[in-house]
């Protein structure tokens, strides 16, 4: 079919083209306007025969479809051209698609093709209603979709396509939304039939179509679902969303969790619609008994070793929970989901599992009150929590159980005689060796282990002030767990950490950092030569630190400052002394000492000499940029007082003569020392003054060494201009460009390499004018470097 359009079109196309040579601009609109009739063109030698119509509608369902495909190499103004001619060319298509005739079986290709092209185009346009309305492709998808025949999926891409461009403008639509609704009913017997049945492969496949006509139905008639929710029609198709909502199929699940957050979210900002929300009650509270059977693990598997997308599946049914507790209130919904624990307790275990899981963010939002029967749920647990390991949903079930008591901490923390208990019962499970555990039980174990330190942390934090009795034995637990993988125990460290910040008493706070402070120094000594260990204890020690948090001076604050200016900092300076390369332990030792010294500035500052003797010591044996940003930090902290400005002073010019001395060595090197590049780049205000002075003194001298060069360079050529051999000056001056660019960085192609250190192609620009010679191709202005701006340095 092309071969014979380009025939037909061809010649005039060269004898076009062959009349003059056009401008760009012209030659671009000429060349676009060649063939300004090849649709109509299309239509008149392929849109008659009926034996020519597949090839036909393949023509025209592609147009569209490559005039927005944009990894065709073209120009806009042709895109943006074609586009206009497709555009006006609508109503010629569409008419012939409303007007393709009805063929037998054998041309069922036709059927597809004209489905497909129909498809494209009103992807491509708005086409108006009335053409959409009439076509009799519309009732014809839902035939095929109701008899799941070969076309089903081609045609509910279509009606849903349709119902998208519909929601664009509902009124403009009305005919439409009207013919898509009076053949909903044929769509709704066939789902009612498909539940009935035992579902298969086959079958999930149907209902993923027939979910898919609904949910975009819901969505395109929130408004109507609003306004009109008493309606049978409204009230019916909700239900189809509600139980495609329940399908056990996660992918059919997935499609309405979108509809079912844009109708919560049109429900609840809309203050005059209270009334309504009363009305969508019902439908919310079955959906949320849909999150929670959604929720459930498959017994088929160990639950402990679930995937990624089982994993991301639950935290999407949560959202789907939040949804429900928007419209219902967060009390509301934690009523009905315990009458539905207590209803289905006698079930397994994975059940119960789904709803300690959804309990967990449900709860956490509800007003604490002390007459629900949460109550009952929470002395209940201690029973599960503290059993006996036994098969892996029960384990799985008691580990969820543990970290839904961690997210009531505000209920817990309402009753301190449930406190205490809730603390020695988590304290139970982190205690035990489970080193001689087999390897399966093992993980699991480690798993259940992790949900207790997190349990632990979010009841010690939310109940500090209640917890000043129990110190004692926290403390015990804290030293006893120090043994438990890290990141477990920097939870039980910050859940001990904010009891004792908590204390008033200067003795008590004294004795309770000594005792979580020492063990920790004591390792630091003994673990000298292990940098991993090293690391662990100083992530405790960063823990400690922040919760302190000092707002005024006074006996507190004194207490908590000894304990860092004669404990912590000595073992941060040991540290970087023994361990100057290694990036990780320089980094958390510099955390530690920012945060010791926001912690309490005023009393961490008379050892602001040393701290600024041990970064440039510790600079000079190794250019970390942890180094430059914990400068920064103790600028920030302490630049106000005009005591310290002498010491920070002198801590900039020696941090950054090295840095700049280690950039200028490393000029071949700088993509891979672009931390400290950038580093140098955050220079307190107060310190820019003193960034001119340090940044002239190594102008200077490099300036004095390109001059020396240039001196000799230039001693050359006035020994050239004088000299009578034609050979020497057509050797001596076609070098000097070649000679002067050999005094440059080998590469500037980045941005950091540009702002970093000084060029010495800008001195070497600067020294030729200074001697009375031109830069070959100079261009003046700020280029490469700056040549302006070190001339107003200079």
Same mark, same amino acid.
């Given at each position: 079919?092309?071969?014979?359009?380009?025939?037909?079109?061809?010649?005039?196309?060269?004898?076009?083209?062959?009349?003059?040579?056009?401008?760009?601009?012209?030659?671009?609109?000429?060349?676009?306007?060649?063939?300004?009739?090849?649709?109509?063109?299309?239509?008149?030698?392929?849109?008659?025969?009926?034996?020519?119509?597949?090839?036909?509608?393949?023509?025209?369902?592609?147009?569209?479809? $490559?005039?927005?495909?944009?990894?065709?190499?073209?120009?806009?103004?042709?895109?943006?051209?074609?586009?206009?001619?497709?555009?006006?060319?609508?109503?010629?298509?569409?008419?012939?698609?409303?007007?393709?005739?009805?063929?037998?079986?054998?041309?069922?290709?036709?059927?597809?093709?004209?489905?497909?092209?129909?498809? +494209?185009?009103?992807?491509?346009?708005?086409?108006?209603?009335?053409?959409?309305?009439?076509?009799?492709?519309?009732?014809?998808?839902?035939?095929?979709?109701?008899?799941?025949?070969?076309? +089903?999926?081609?045609?509910?891409?279509?009606?849903?396509?349709?119902?998208?461009?519909?929601?664009?403008?509902?009124?403009?639509?009305?005919?439409?939304?009207?013919?898509?609704?009076?053949?909903?009913?044929?769509?709704?017997?066939?789902?009612?039939?498909?539940?009935?049945?035992?579902?298969?492969?086959?079958?999930?496949?149907?209902?993923?179509?027939?979910?898919?006509?609904?949910?975009?139905?819901?969505?395109?008639?929130?408004?109507?679902?609003?306004?009109?929710?008493?309606?049978?029609?409204?009230?019916?198709?909700?239900?189809?969303?509600?139980?495609?909502?329940?399908?056990?199929?996660?992918?059919?699940?997935?499609?309405?969790?979108?509809?079912?957050?844009?109708?919560?979210?049109?429900?609840?900002?809309?203050?005059?619609?209270?009334?309504?929300?009363?009305?969508?009650?019902?439908?919310?509270?079955?959906?949320?008994?849909?999150?929670?059977?959604?929720?459930?693990?498959?017994?088929?598997?160990?639950?402990?070793?679930?995937?990624?997308?089982?994993?991301?599946?639950?935290?999407?049914?949560?959202?789907?929970?939040?949804?429900?507790?928007?419209?219902?209130?967060?009390?509301?919904?934690?009523?009905?989901?315990?009458?539905?624990?207590?209803?289905?307790?006698?079930?397994?275990?994975?059940?119960? $599992?789904?709803?300690?899981?959804?309990?967990?963010?449900?709860?956490?939002?509800?007003?604490?009150?002390?007459?629900?029967?949460?109550?009952?749920?929470?002395?209940?647990?201690?029973?599960?929590?503290?059993?006996?390991?036994?098969?892996?949903?029960?384990?799985?079930?008691?580990?969820?159980?543990?970290?839904?008591?961690?997210?009531?901490?505000?209920?817990?923390?309402?009753?301190?005689?449930?406190?205490?208990?809730?603390?020695?019962?988590?304290?139970?499970?982190?205690?035990?060796? !489970?080193?001689?555990?087999?390897?399966?039980?093992?993980?699991?174990?480690?798993?259940?282990?992790?949900?207790?330190?997190?349990?632990?942390?979010?009841?010690?934090?939310?109940?500090?002030?209640?917890?000043?009795?129990?110190?004692?034995?926290?403390?015990?637990?804290?030293?006893?767990?120090?043994?438990?993988?890290?990141?477990?125990?920097?939870?039980?460290?910050?859940?001990?950490?904010?009891?004792?910040?908590?204390?008033?008493?200067?003795?008590? !706070?004294?004795?309770?950092?000594?005792?979580?402070?020492?063990?920790?120094?004591?390792?630091?000594?003994?673990?000298?030569?292990?940098?991993?260990?090293?690391? $662990?204890?100083?992530?405790?020690?960063?823990?400690?630190?922040?919760?302190?948090?000092?707002?005024?001076?006074?006996?507190?604050?004194?207490?908590?400052?000894?304990?860092?200016?004669?404990?912590?900092?000595?073992?941060?300076?040991?540290?970087?002394?023994?361990?100057?390369?290694?990036?990780?332990?320089?980094?958390?030792?510099?955390?530690?000492?920012?945060?010791?010294?926001?912690?309490?500035?005023?009393?961490?500052?008379?050892?602001?000499?040393?701290?600024?003797?041990?970064?440039?010591?510790?600079?000079?044996?190794?250019?970390?940029?942890?180094?430059?940003?914990?400068?920064?930090?103790?600028?920030?902290?302490?630049?106000?007082?005009?005591?310290?400005?002498?010491?920070?002073?002198?801590?900039?010019?020696?941090?950054?003569?090295?840095?700049?001395?280690?950039?200028?060595?490393?000029?071949?090197?700088?993509?891979?020392?672009? $931390?400290?590049?950038?580093?140098?780049?955050?220079?307190?205000?107060?310190?820019?003054?003193?960034?001119?002075?340090?940044?002239?003194?190594?102008?200077?001298?490099?300036?004095?060494?390109?001059?020396?060069?240039?001196?000799?360079?230039?001693?050359?050529?006035?020994?050239?201009?004088?000299?009578?051999?034609?050979?020497?000056?057509?050797?001596?001056?076609?070098?000097?460009?070649?000679?002067?660019?050999?005094?440059?960085?080998?590469?500037?192609?980045?941005?950091?390499?540009?702002?970093?250190?000084?060029?010495?192609? +800008?001195?070497?620009?600067?020294?030729?004018?200074?001697?009375?010679?031109?830069?070959?191709?100079?261009?003046?202005?700020?280029?490469?470097?700056?040549?302006?701006?070190?001339?107003?340095?200079?």
């Amino acid at each position: 079919c092309f071969l014979n359009l380009f025939d037909h079109t061809l010649p005039t196309c060269v004898t076009s083209l062959q009349m003059s040579p056009p401008s760009p601009r012209s030659f671009q609109s000429a060349e676009d306007h060649m063939w300004p009739n090849a649709i109509e063109t299309a239509f008149q030698r392929f849109g008659q025969n009926p034996d020519t119509f597949p090839t036909f509608l393949e023509i025209i369902r592609m147009l569209p479809e $490559e005039n927005q495909n944009l990894k065709l190499v073209t120009d806009s103004f042709k895109r943006e051209s074609c586009s206009q001619r497709l555009q006006n060319a609508t109503p010629e298509v569409l008419q012939f698609l409303l007007n393709l005739p009805d063929l037998p079986s054998p041309r069922a290709q036709t059927r597809r093709k004209a489905l497909e092209c129909f498809l +494209s185009w009103i992807k491509f346009t708005n086409v108006p209603a009335s053409h959409i309305a009439q076509n009799p492709l519309i009732p014809q998808c839902f035939e095929h979709v109701a008899h799941w025949d070969d076309l +089903s999926e081609t045609a509910t891409d279509t009606i849903v396509e349709v119902l998208r461009t519909c929601s664009m403008d509902i009124c403009a639509y009305q005919p439409v939304i009207q013919v898509v609704l009076s053949h909903l009913g044929l769509l709704r017997s066939k789902f009612e039939m498909q539940l009935s049945q035992n579902t298969n492969a086959e079958d999930l496949d149907s209902l993923r179509q027939l979910c898919r006509i609904f949910v975009e139905v819901g969505e395109c008639l929130v408004p109507l679902v609003l306004t009109q929710s008493t309606d049978t029609e409204v009230a019916s198709i909700l239900q189809v969303i509600l139980k495609c909502t329940d399908l056990p199929s996660r992918e059919i699940s997935s499609i309405p969790l979108e509809f079912w957050h844009r109708l919560a979210d049109e429900v609840c900002r809309h203050p005059e619609t209270d009334v309504k929300i009363d009305q969508f009650q019902g439908v919310y509270i079955e959906l949320l008994s849909a999150s929670i059977h959604q929720c459930a693990m498959s017994a088929a598997q160990d639950p402990f070793m679930a995937d990624d997308e089982v994993l991301a599946y639950r935290q999407r049914m949560l959202g789907l929970v939040e949804d429900c507790m928007a419209v219902l209130t967060p009390n509301t919904a934690l009523e009905h989901v315990l009458k539905s624990l207590f209803d289905e307790e006698k079930k397994d275990e994975l059940v119960q $599992e789904a709803h300690f899981f959804v309990l967990a963010m449900v709860a956490s939002s509800a007003e604490v009150r002390d007459s629900s029967v949460l109550w009952d749920l929470i002395q209940s647990l201690p029973t599960l929590i503290s059993s006996a390991p036994s098969s892996a949903s029960l384990d799985f079930t008691k580990k969820t159980a543990i970290e839904l008591l961690g997210n009531l901490w505000q209920w817990v923390n309402s009753r301190k005689d449930f406190l205490g208990l809730a603390l020695v019962m988590i304290s139970q499970l982190l205690v035990p060796d !489970l080193s001689s555990s087999p390897a399966h039980e093992l993980d699991r174990a480690r798993q259940v282990q992790q949900a207790a330190s997190t349990a632990f942390k979010h009841i010690c934090v939310g109940g500090k002030l209640h917890l000043e009795d129990l110190l004692p034995e926290l403390l015990d637990l804290y030293g006893v767990t120090m043994a438990l993988p890290i990141r477990m125990h920097l939870s039980i460290v910050e859940g001990v950490g904010s009891v004792v910040a908590s204390l008033n008493q200067e003795d008590q !706070l004294r004795s309770g950092l000594e005792q979580m402070v020492a063990p920790l120094a004591q390792g630091l000594d003994s673990a000298r030569q292990k940098p991993h260990l090293l690391g $662990e204890i100083l992530d405790r020690l960063i823990v400690i630190i922040k919760q302190l948090h000092m707002t005024e001076s006074n006996a507190k604050a004194t207490c908590i400052g000894h304990l860092l200016c004669n404990t912590l900092w000595p073992m941060i300076r040991q540290c970087l002394h023994h361990h100057p390369t290694d990036s990780k332990l320089v980094e958390k030792s510099c955390q530690l000492l920012k945060d010791s010294m926001r912690c309490v500035p005023d009393l961490f500052k008379h050892h602001l000499p040393d701290v600024a003797r041990t970064l440039v010591t510790a600079f000079q044996q190794h250019q970390h940029s942890t180094y430059l940003y914990s400068a920064e930090v103790l600028a920030r902290t302490y630049a106000k007082d005009p005591e310290n400005v002498p010491v920070l002073t002198e801590l900039f010019n020696q941090l950054s003569g090295i840095g700049l001395q280690s950039l200028v060595h490393s000029e071949d090197k700088l993509e891979e020392i672009r $931390e400290l590049a950038e580093a140098r780049e955050s220079i307190p205000a107060i310190l820019q003054p003193w960034a001119f002075t340090m940044a002239r003194q190594l102008y200077e001298s490099e300036l004095q060494e390109a001059r020396s060069s240039l001196a000799k360079l230039q001693a050359e050529l006035q020994e050239a201009q004088h000299c009578a051999k034609p050979n020497v000056q057509a050797h001596i001056i076609p070098s000097c460009p070649a000679r002067c660019r050999a005094m440059r960085c080998p590469r500037r192609s980045t941005e950091g390499q540009r702002t970093s250190c000084c060029s010495i192609e +800008s001195l070497g620009k600067m020294s030729l004018d200074l001697a009375g010679f031109g830069w070959p191709g100079r261009q003046t202005g700020p280029q490469g470097c700056g040549d302006s701006s070190l001339l107003q340095l200079d």
